[in-house]
């Protein structure tokens, strides 16, 4: 059956998944999802011998349809190559009586990876399928990972050019030093004086302007996503839910069938999102544990029905979850409302007006998959503590805001899985100072030496050649800048 998606506002219909993945977001501003939720036969009595690729294959086959399967083999080999310094790609470890799937092991060392490896491969296979011989410009906001992930995946792709806008106090200097040293003739990264949502609302502005979407057309142009917003990012997501059960079963850790938890470190939703996905495919997923930090809007919303946005930002030492706006939710309030598209544009309208919506009763009911609790920073830096002291694992503070968030699901009685989204050594100082708080050094490769001192984790290759490596963009602008920055860059400013 063919995979047809529509825009979560209605103003956008019957569009096939090449085309979604080239666009990125609609052109009501609403986000693509399935018009029929496709169906998988997930058989892990097989599954669980397959490889990670061959499940990829399994998954993408059902939801981009109009690819052919040659087509996504070819995406999925380039993808998941050696690139990843493990051949499992992601590999789930037993940490005491729960377990971590690790999603960090790929260039950049963190769970974008996963999906930002393959979007380049889709993007440019999408664009010969519907004979777009317009430049694609990939514009995001950046709250720390996406950035870099992306640009790794699109730096010197033909026809070309990505733009990364991260806010210049909200990401780790590791993250920072990362995008800085990118390299690529197509890649251009700046840094705005804001906040990770004060960026994205930038972002989706330009894609909702009309005039801007024509002037770019004429000079063959158009724009598209590599946040999750766009579905070309979402769907590789499932797949490591699918394969992580697929696994746990190969590894006798489950029986086939058994529920399982997962608690996710959540921000843009996106990667929640993607295991409620897995779950209405037929994974045994039980509850999805949204976990927060103190930009805790998701763990508001979820216990009163009300989404604020409406309140102090804070940045914390899990920077990649310092949002808002968590964009991806729209897709979840599509599936709760009973894909009413209405529903969802008035509750997305409300949002941009008020800066907060209500659900009504009835729809909160379709949110009873879902768990939530937030972790502050001392929080997250005791969990961090407490797992090495007692396991000898060592997280990073996202992975530790999940940890922590399950710890306080004491109602619980299923295995859980613990999605560790990053590398501790993207974020060395935070993890350092949950062993040491008053531990001071030179520089922030000194963070990264004195992570190794106290835990002896193998320093990545990519870590250990980042501070020699010259820096390749050092602008900063206001966030108000950000459409004739975009102009310059592209050279559209007349």
Not at 42 to 71: P, R, V
Not at 184 to 195: H, L, P, Q, S, Y
Not at 377 to 391: G, N, S
Request: hydrophobic fraction near 40%; charged fraction near 20%; charge should be negative.
């Amino acid at each position: 059956m063919t995979t047809i998606y529509t825009s979560t506002r209605g103003g956008q219909q019957h569009v096939t998944a090449s085309q979604a993945i080239l666009q990125g977001l609609a052109t009501d501003g609403g986000l693509f999802v399935p018009e029929h939720f496709p169906q998988v036969n997930l058989d892990f009595e097989q599954l669980k011998g397959q490889s990670y690729q061959e499940i990829a294959l399994l998954i993408m086959k059902a939801f981009y349809s109009d690819f052919s399967e040659a087509e996504l083999k070819a995406c999925i080999k380039a993808a998941y190559d050696d690139k990843f310094d493990t051949d499992v790609i992601a590999p789930v470890k037993k940490v005491g009586t729960e377990y971590y799937l690790e999603l960090f092991h790929g260039p950049t060392l963190a769970f974008k990876d996963m999906a930002l490896s393959i979007l380049p491969y889709l993007m440019t296979t999408a664009a010969k399928k519907n004979q777009s011989t317009n430049e694609l410009v990939i514009l995001t906001a950046t709250s720390g990972d996406t950035g870099k992930a992306a640009m790794e995946g699109f730096a010197d792709v033909e026809n070309t050019k990505i733009i990364v806008f991260y806010p210049k106090e909200g990401v780790s200097k590791i993250q920072e030093q990362q995008m800085r040293t990118q390299k690529g003739d197509n890649t251009f990264v700046v840094a705005v004086e804001g906040n990770f949502d004060d960026a994205q609302t930038r972002v989706k502005e330009m894609f909702n302007d009309l005039a801007l979407r024509q002037t770019l057309a004429s000079h063959q142009k158009q724009f598209s996503s590599a946040n999750s917003i766009n579905i070309g990012r979402l769907i590789p997501q499932v797949v490591y839910y699918v394969y992580a059960y697929a696994q746990l079963i190969h590894q006798q850790e489950l029986t086939n069938g058994q529920t399982l938890d997962v608690s996710v470190p959540t921000g843009n939703f996106g990667n929640i999102l993607a295991a409620y996905y897995a779950k209405k495919l037929g994974v045994p997923i039980g509850k999805l544990i949204c976990a927060s930090n103190q930009n805790n809007v998701l763990t508001d919303f979820f216990t009163s029905g009300t989404y604020d946005r409406n309140r102090e930002f804070y940045v914390t030492s899990s920077p990649s979850m310092d949002i808002l706006i968590s964009s991806n939710l729209e897709r979840l309030l599509y599936e709760v409302s009973g894909q009413n598209t209405d529903t969802t544009s008035y509750l997305m309208e409300e949002l941009t007006t008020k800066g907060s919506y209500e659900l009504e009763v009835a729809l909160r009911e379709g949110l009873s998959d879902f768990l939530v609790a937030y972790a502050t920073d001392e929080q997250t830096q005791l969990a961090i503590k407490q797992v090495f002291d007692r396991e000898g694992y060592v997280i990073d503070p996202h992975t530790a805001v999940a940890k922590h968030a399950l710890d306080q699901m004491t109602q619980l009685s299923d295995p859980a899985l613990i999605v560790s989204t990053a590398s501790p050594y993207k974020f060395p100082e935070s993890v350092v100072r949950a062993f040491d708080e008053v531990k001071h050094v030179e520089n922030e490769f000194g963070w990264v030496t004195a992570l190794y001192e106290e835990t002896k984790l193998t320093v990545p290759p990519a870590v250990k050649t980042l501070f020699e490596s010259p820096i390749l963009h050092d602008r900063t602008i206001p966030v108000d800048e950000m459409l004739p920055c975009v102009k310059e860059i592209l050279n559209i400013n007349e």
